[in-house]
């Protein structure tokens, strides 16, 4: 049933969009990696599956979202972590956690939410939690285009998406005591690396590169 699903989410990947997904192959075959990346909520999350593939792939999902029978299936073939937002879901960082240590891919968008026009919006902190407890090296995947998947569908018009792969990084907070605020900057620092592989159009929240900073972040 998981390959079934994989190659029928090619089909229509195929079918209803352009990717040249080549770029993808850039990234490391096997060990322990968080991805992150921006968020419309549209395409990308089948296609990074889809392409990402055979590397073993997991995310978070909100809890809420497994009361759908299909995207309960789905999300169990998938091994998605179901996650209670708005309070601090200690259950499932620690399985994240443990999902990463045995090789999975997770992937994680650090806005928290979809941000529907294709414009980044600022970053939750929740990406720092799982980066810092895993210790795991984190990889920047800026994709564009997708926010117009449904639009183009209904006029039955393939959607041209675009994917950028930028360079592994891990945090290093050594020595330092990790405070709320600090948090915040270290997933801003984040989302600059995603900003920096988009258009300009589409950076949002985080326009000004000039405003980036690595305090926080080991290439």
């Keep these: 049933m998981y390959w079934l699903t994989v190659f029928l989410i090619k089909i229509w990947i195929r079918l209803t969009c352009n990717v040249d997904a080549t770029v993808l192959k850039k990234i490391q075959s096997h060990g322990p990696?968080?991805?992150?990346?921006?968020?419309?909520?549209?395409?990308?999350?089948?296609?990074?599956?889809?392409?990402?593939?055979?590397?073993?792939?997991?995310?978070?999902?909100?809890?809420?979202?497994?009361?759908?029978?299909f995207l309960k299936v789905i999300f169990w073939l998938w091994n998605i972590i179901p996650v209670r937002r708005g309070e601090a879901d200690i259950k499932s960082l620690k399985v994240a956690v443990k999902m990463i240590k045995d090789g999975y891919i997770f992937g994680i968008a650090p806005e928290g939410t979809r941000n529907k026009t294709g414009k980044l919006l600022r970053a939750m902190p929740?990406?720092?939690?799982?980066?810092?407890?895993?210790?795991?090296?984190?990889?920047?995947?800026?994709?564009?285009?997708?926010?117009?998947?449904?639009?183009?569908?209904?006029?039955?018009?393939?959607?041209?998406?675009?994917?950028?792969?930028?360079?592994?990084?891990?945090?290093?907070?050594?020595?330092?005591?990790?405070?709320?605020?600090?948090?915040q900057q270290i997933a801003d620092e984040m989302m600059y690396e995603i900003a920096k592989l988009l258009p300009e159009e589409y950076r949002?929240?985080?326009?000004?590169?000039?405003?980036?900073?690595?305090?926080?972040?080991?290439?």
Aim: net charge positive; charged share 20%; aromatic share 10%.
């Design 33 to 69: 990696l968080i991805v992150i990346t921006n968020h419309t909520g549209q395409i990308e999350v089948p296609i990074l599956f889809a392409y990402l593939q055979p590397r073993k792939i997991t995310g978070w999902a909100k809890a809420e979202a497994f009361d759908n029978l």
């Design 126 to 183: 929740g990406t720092v939690l799982l980066a810092l407890h895993s210790g795991a090296p984190i990889l920047s995947i800026a994709h564009w285009g997708g926010e117009n998947y449904l639009k183009n569908l209904k006029r039955f018009k393939r959607t041209d998406f675009y994917i950028r792969v930028g360079e592994p990084f891990k945090l290093n907070v050594e020595g330092v005591k990790v405070t709320g605020e600090m948090r």
């Design 204 to 219: 949002g929240e985080y326009n000004d590169l000039s405003k980036a900073t690595q305090q926080f972040l080991i290439k």
